[in-house]
């Protein structure tokens, strides 16, 4: 039997790497490091994927962190919406389900392996 | 503005169509409302009241936002001269407004507050408002008042003298002749005898309310109406006519909308009327940068760093850029200005973490991975790059505690499995090991299809 990753799952083993026969795992090359596939798109390109939707979800970029790191995308800070769309600002509930739905979004965006969001219960600051 | 906005869903099976109606004012006038009530400390919050309340016809009510706003921040520029609109709007006598200005520093576009303050002063004094008004030294100042000399003799009635200056200004912008006409008060168009003034009349004329038909254009926008968003943009064009922003504006919805290529032909229109733009130079960098065009993403990043070398994220990005193209010394320069610039920027120091790390500065990453934990974050990926460069210097005890850190905060995730393996084998547990990597395989095969982007249009229904 043999097991290996998607490729587009970015930490997987080649398929070679590992395997397992009748009750007995055999690891052969189980000390290299796990490599992202090459053919994956750049981290660049990823985080400007990753503006892009935030961009078509009318997340307010100010107040955001926004980050990429060998396909783990990093979200720091407040997301906050341009008004409209119908939901009332600060409907937590509305706010937790926009989250969910955002974050398989951007698991969606080819490269991408994870999504770490740190959602500090900031507050935006008075822009005057 | 009480003209509602209408967006007709075409059903092409002809089924009965769905009429989508919003007042984006009256929307934002909700929220904002909402939000001063929840935030009473921002002062950019009632000063946007203050305008909304200009535009429906309410300078009293103005009046006591803009005051809100200054008595928050009173060294708020915008809102004293919000305040004095306000007021001279309602013909108050002069030395209600001859509080001086605030202390502050000028703000880039003041120029045009004064200006517009200055002939609102006039009119109210029974004079020419335009006459006085300094001599214009670019186009802009020169579009700027012929919109406004328009619009004031439509005030007066001399619907010719109007029609003079906005063929003038027409002349002038491309931008001024499409509003008008798509607004349908272009004079020298079919459909402009719907008239200059019923339609001009109604806007709020004064270049602070550029923010606001901003600001009501991404609530169209965000409804999915699309074209009352662009008519907004218009109305932001002619109470104050700057090229570079009314591009913005369009490649903002453009983007929004999933119009790549427009986007980034809106955003190269922005940089050509003003190449100090920076917002639009970051934007187009992510354009460049989302279709591959490494080299076109790197000089606009570039550029835009030389022109606010404050910027962090510009910094950030260009260190990504660095990375993706093999160049890690100056990926780590990058990274170093963007945490010079902001201490606490988590991107970056992840990035630079995990570079060293790759790079096999080992000791140096854990150094800043650990000044990461220190700032209260961590994440299953971050403790597993811990994980392997503890494992890079024969440290597995070390290994051990951030990766099982990882796996009890995201037991999901499957590397770390495959790394704890590696260090129970080089503490000589087997078993433990093949545990693991039994795990790995489980959790790695267990990852689903990734589900493909979905479809642009209209952004989702409401909740």
């Given at each position: 039997m043999r097991f290996a990753s998607k490729p587009q799952d970015e930490p997987g083993l080649a398929k070679?790497?590992?395997?397992?026969?009748?009750d007995e795992l055999t690891a052969r090359n189980a000390g290299r490091d796990l490599q992202r596939n090459p053919d994956q798109p750049a981290d660049f390109a990823i985080n400007a994927k990753v503006r892009q939707v935030l961009a078509r979800r009318w997340v307010q970029s100010e107040g955001l962190e926004v980050g990429t790191t060998d396909g783990v995308v990093l979200l720091k800070g407040r997301v906050e919406r341009e008004p409209g769309g119908g939901s009332a600002a600060g409907d937590g509930v509305a706010r937790d389900?926009?989250?969910?739905?955002?974050?398989?979004?951007?698991?969606?965006?080819?490269g991408v392996v994870e999504v770490v969001m740190d959602m500090a219960d900031t507050e935006r600051t008075d822009r005057s | 503005m009480s003209k509602h906005a209408q967006a007709i869903n075409q059903d092409r099976t002809a089924e009965p169509s769905v009429e989508l109606l919003l007042d984006a004012a009256r929307e934002a006038e909700v929220v904002l409302e909402q939000e001063a009530r929840s935030h009473p400390t921002y002062a950019d919050v009632r000063h946007r009241l203050g305008l909304l309340r200009l535009l429906r016809q309410d300078p009293p009510g103005a009046e006591r936002e803009f005051e809100e706003a200054l008595g928050i921040n009173p060294g708020y520029r915008a809102a004293y001269y919000g305040l004095r609109l306000a007021r001279l709007v309602q013909g108050m006598p002069l030395e209600r407004l001859k509080e001086p200005a605030p202390q502050t520093a000028v703000m880039p576009e003041e120029w045009a507050w004064e200006w517009v303050d200055q002939a609102y002063h006039r009119l109210t004094q029974g004079e020419d408002a335009t006459e006085g008004l300094p001599t214009p030294r670019n186009r802009e100042e020169q579009l700027l008042q012929h919109h406004y000399a328009g619009f004031f003799a439509l005030r007066l009635?001399?619907?010719e003298r109007a029609t003079e200056h906005f063929r003038a200004a027409a002349s002038l912008s491309l931008i001024t002749r499409g509003a008008l006409e798509r607004l349908d008060v272009a004079p020298w168009a079919r459909?402009?005898?719907r008239g200059l003034e019923d339609a001009l009349q109604g806007l709020l004329w004064s270049p602070l309310a550029e923010d606001l038909y901003a600001y009501l254009g991404r609530i169209y926008a965000r409804n999915g109406l699309r074209d009352e968003a662009l008519d907004c943009y218009e109305r932001a064009y002619l109470v104050f006519p700057r090229d570079a922003r009314h591009a913005m504006f369009r490649a903002e919805v453009a983007m929004a909308f999933g119009q790549e290529a427009e986007a980034i032909r809106l955003l190269t229109q922005a940089i050509d009327a003003d190449p100090t733009c920076v917002p639009?130079?970051?934007?187009?960098?992510y354009e460049y940068a989302s279709q591959g065009f490494v080299d076109e993403a790197r000089t606009q990043f570039q550029v835009a760093a030389n022109l606010a070398p404050g910027y962090a994220d510009v910094r950030y990005n260009l260190g990504l850029l660095y990375v993706g193209e093999g160049r890690p010394d100056e990926a780590l320069e990058e990274f170093r200005r963007a945490?010079?610039?902001n201490p606490s920027y988590l991107p970056a120091r992840h990035s630079m973490s995990h570079l060293l790390c790759r790079t096999g500065q080992f000791e140096e990453g854990l150094q800043e991975y650990a000044r990461i934990l220190k700032q209260g974050f961590q994440s299953g990926d971050m403790l597993v790059q811990m994980g392997k460069a503890a494992l890079a210097l024969h440290r597995a005890d070390e290994a051990l505690q951030y990766l099982e850190r990882a796996i009890f905060m995201s037991p999901e995730f499957a590397p770390s499995y495959y790394y704890i393996g590696q260090a129970y084998q080089r503490k000589g547990l087997k078993n433990k090991a093949?545990?693991?990597?039994r795990t790995y395989l489980e959790k790695a095969n267990e990852w689903e299809p990734l589900a493909s982007v979905p479809p642009d249009g209209p952004p989702e229904a409401p909740a």
């Open positions: 070679e790497e590992v395997t397992v026969k009748g389900r926009f989250l969910w739905r955002l974050r398989s979004e951007l698991r969606a965006i080819p | 009635g001399n619907d459909g402009g005898e639009a130079r970051i934007a187009l960098g945490l010079t610039l093949r545990s693991a990597w």
